[in-house]
């Protein structure tokens, strides 16, 4: 079992960016008493996004991280989100979407002989701004993530319109919010508006990844999900979708990622 923090210098970003990796290669001989059915199966990947105000080593800090991805045989890459909501911005020359979904798969598959190239081998993963990242990235780069497992996503389509700005009302400043999601009208219109992006992808019969969504019940952003689940209900999209006493905390993720990982090997029956 390798845990280990890099840096690697990102075209996309124009500098040196650290990231964490774990890769269970080793699980099946050292830990023989761990393992599942997984390891009758070639690895898997998970690229694991983090929240606002986090950083790139909170998976390994603050869940059991390690432990999962030896017990399903999946490797986890999580690089860092520094408040962007994993999303590209030419007035900034921050290219996150590009950075996470193409630079940052390319470079672990390239470094790592372990990592699979396959789509149905690849997943994308998130907690708060990191599950609205796992869903607008998994879906905008479909060809390359085949499941998105989202936790307790804040989905900008749904807290920031021209009535209500759900991120303003929640600590962040009107110039962030200016600077990261410009006009309401505007980024309603766009593909940032993950119904549109559905739709879209709906109607142009791309192969659309599998969802996982969950949040806790007293989780803030519990509505989010709660449009989402509705609206994919709607379109008879393939997704589960869980609620879960508990509020926007770690604690309770650490269980999810458990079972979300479980759903996207096949390991066991929800």
């Not at 006493?245 to 770690?250: A, I, K, N, R, S």
């Not at 309770?252 to 390991?267: C, E, F, M, S, T």
Request: charged share 25%.
């Amino acid at each position: 079992m390798a845990v280990f923090e890099f840096n690697f210098y990102s075209e996309k970003l124009g500098r040196y960016v650290p990231a964490t990796g774990i890769l269970p290669t080793d699980g099946a001989a050292v830990h023989p008493e761990c393992i599942s059915e997984c390891y009758k199966r070639p690895m898997k990947t998970i690229y694991l996004l983090s929240g606002y105000s986090g950083g790139h080593t909170d998976w390994l800090h603050y869940t059991q991280i390690v432990t999962f991805c030896l017990k399903y045989n999946v490797a986890a890459f999580m690089p860092a989100g520094e408040n962007s909501f994993y999303l590209d911005s030419k007035k900034r020359e921050a290219y996150y979407e590009q950075f996470v979904a193409e630079e940052f798969v390319n470079y672990t598959r390239d470094t790592f002989r372990a990592v699979s190239d396959k789509r149905e081998d690849t997943f994308i993963g998130g907690i708060s701004m990191g599950g609205f990242g796992a869903l607008y990235l998994g879906m905008r780069n479909h060809k390359t993530f085949s499941k998105i497992l989202s936790m307790a996503p804040g989905i900008v389509c749904y807290g920031y319109n021209e009535q209500k700005n759900f991120f303003l009302e929640n600590g962040m400043t009107k110039d962030y919010c200016n600077t990261m999601f410009g006009s309401p009208k505007e980024l309603l219109q766009s593909e940032v508006n993950l119904e549109i992006l559905y739709q879209r992808l709906k109607k142009d019969k791309e192969e659309i990844p599998d969802i996982y969504l969950t949040c806790g019940t007293e989780d803030f952003v519990l509505e989010h999900s709660r449009a989402l689940n509705k609206f994919l209900k709607k379109e008879n999209a393939s997704f589960y979708y869980e609620e879960t006493p508990g509020t926007h905390e770690w604690y309770i993720w650490n269980g999810h990622i458990n079972k979300a990982l479980a759903w996207a090997v096949d390991a066991t029956s929800l």
